[in-house]
């Protein structure tokens, strides 16, 4: 049974910064698989901010939605099984429920389309003031 489980989200002023982590169990990494991350705000719809696709544990490549690129940094620590955001120069509008998804036998091209992801977690609030 695949378990997502994020965590690290909080309260910062804009300007600060953030690092989300999300703890994966209960997959084989021995194939390939895609993990991104995902925001929702009230009222509107999920999308994507950044996504890997990877293969034996290896990161093969990376996808950034537009409006978070230069400013968020996705990456797997493969010992602990952890997907990372680190977030810095935060705006207000980057105030949402993060989740974190994995897509399994993902091609080597990942997505930020949240249709394509089977598995996901629990969410993290992040609230970013002006």
């Known amino acids: 049974q695949v378990q997502l489980v994020e965590s690290g989200g909080g309260s910062v002023q804009a300007g600060g910064s953030l690092r989300l982590a999300c703890a994966a169990s209960g997959y084989s990494y021995s194939n390939t698989y895609c993990m991104g991350w995902f925001r929702q705000a009230p009222g509107k719809e999920r999308e994507g901010v950044a996504a890997?696709?990877?293969?034996?544990?290896?990161?093969?490549?990376?996808i950034y939605a537009d409006s978070v690129k230069g400013r968020f940094t996705i990456s797997q620590d493969n010992a602990k099984n952890t997907l990372t955001l680190q977030m810095n120069s935060l705006k207000p509008e980057d105030t949402a429920m993060y989740y974190c998804?994995?897509?399994?036998?993902?091609?080597?091209?990942?997505?930020?389309?949240?249709?394509?992801?089977?598995?996901w977690g629990q969410g993290t609030q992040v609230t970013v003031s002006s």
């Open positions: 890997i696709s990877a293969l034996g544990g290896r990161t093969s490549n990376t």
């Open positions: 998804a994995l897509k399994p036998l993902c091609s080597y091209f990942p997505s930020l389309r949240s249709a394509e992801y089977n598995y």
